[in-house]
């Protein structure tokens, strides 16, 4: 590994990052190919079901014969997809070298690939920039080998650890900043569920508010209690309702001719079976998902050992023990020290 293989392989990077958000549930991959040290063409993988960055960096350059390619995840060699492989493209034109930074995890590609450009003489080179393309394609390393969703947890509280007041008011913890962060990473995530608990109490949307798309929206809801007027079941974005199996028929159907997906689960003791929901997510192709419930779904996402990350806001107010959130403390000249993996946050309240 040289100085060249990491400024072409960071370029790769940057570009597969274009793609966030719009090529789900495929991988962001982005593809530079080189010449006697010179960039010759770039392309990325733009949409779900358009060119892979390959073909795409392909059609961009005149003369591919000789030159060095690089590529943030393994050229693919399968048939059975949207698109066709781009490995017998990468030899059909006469690409020398191909630099990977990770293998495909996909069981249909894994090291496929690879095999086919060596044994068609073409050099391989894995490993450059790994752990970064790694965590690029974090959401599709989870989905492609465990046909489940990656989970993201996100909860924003105060200082003394609520989420919201004893009346259960939880406008607004976070600052607009903060919440214009959980906009913008709805609008690259495929879903956000919430319990029916939190449609019933603020009626939320669950929208990217303009910056992206919107994110399908799933509720847990076992007893069907979400109100047909309520904002989840608009028409910005489509909806899913996890229920039981015994909930009621008659609504079930109602809520199918507005268009909810309607998904009947297992329950135990009246909260729906986590697991096999995200199985059946899995099969609607959400390889992402964000949990933005209260702190009963976010405790049972933990419990059940289901969440892949966490996005934990703390914000600078102090609730104790008041009616409304805006009665809070306020915590000014907050300063907050990285100690090992602790937080320190500190701050003053005079």
């Known amino acids: 590994m040289n100085n060249n293989d990491i400024k072409y392989m960071q370029l790769a990077l940057k570009l597969a990052k274009k793609g966030v958000g719009k090529v789900s549930p495929n991988p962001q991959v982005g593809c530079v190919i080189v010449r006697n040290n010179k960039i010759i063409a770039t392309g990325y993988h733009k949409h779900f079901g358009g060119s892979h960055a390959e073909i795409d960096a392909l059609n961009n350059c005149k003369n591919p014969e000789g030159a060095t390619m690089y590529v943030n995840l393994e050229p693919c060699c399968h048939y059975n997809k949207k698109t066709p492989p781009c490995v017998p493209e990468i030899i059909k034109l006469g690409i020398k070298k191909v630099v990977v930074a990770m293998k495909d995890p996909n069981p249909l590609v894994s090291g496929k690939g690879i095999k086919q450009l060596r044994v068609n003489n073409v050099k391989v ?25 990656f989970v993201i947890l996100k909860l924003a509280f105060s200082i003394d650890g609520k989420t919201k007041t ?32 939190t449609v019933l109490v603020d009626n939320p949307s669950l929208t990217s508010h303009g910056i992206g798309k919107n994110p399908r929206r799933v509720v847990l809801d076992a007893n069907l209690e979400t109100p047909f007027n309520s904002n989840v079941l608009n028409n910005e974005a489509k909806t899913i309702i996890a229920t039981s199996k015994q909930s009621d028929r008659k609504k079930k159907e109602k809520l199918s001719n507005l268009g909810v997906k309607i998904l009947e689960l297992p329950d135990n003791n009246g909260f729906i079976d986590l697991k096999k929901l995200l199985v059946e997510l899995g099969k609607l192709e959400i390889s992402s998902l964000i949990v933005e419930g209260g702190e009963t779904v976010a405790r049972a996402f933990l419990k059940a050992r ?5 996005n934990f806001f703390i914000c600078p107010k102090i609730i104790n023990n008041e009616k409304y959130v805006k009665d809070a403390i306020i915590v000014k000249n907050v300063s907050v020290k990285k100690i090992e993996n602790d937080l320190l946050y500190e701050g003053y309240l005079k």
């Open 125 to 149: 080179e894995i490993g450059i920039l790994e752990e970064e393309a790694e965590k690029l394609n974090e959401t599709y390393i989870k989905y492609i080998t465990k046909k489940i969703p």
């Open 166 to 197: 004893f009346t259960g008011d939880s406008k607004w913890i976070s600052s607009e900043s903060s919440r214009k962060i959980v906009h913008k990473l709805r609008s690259i995530t495929d879903a956000i569920l919430v319990g029916s608990n």
């Open 306 to 310: 289901l969440v892949d990350k966490i």
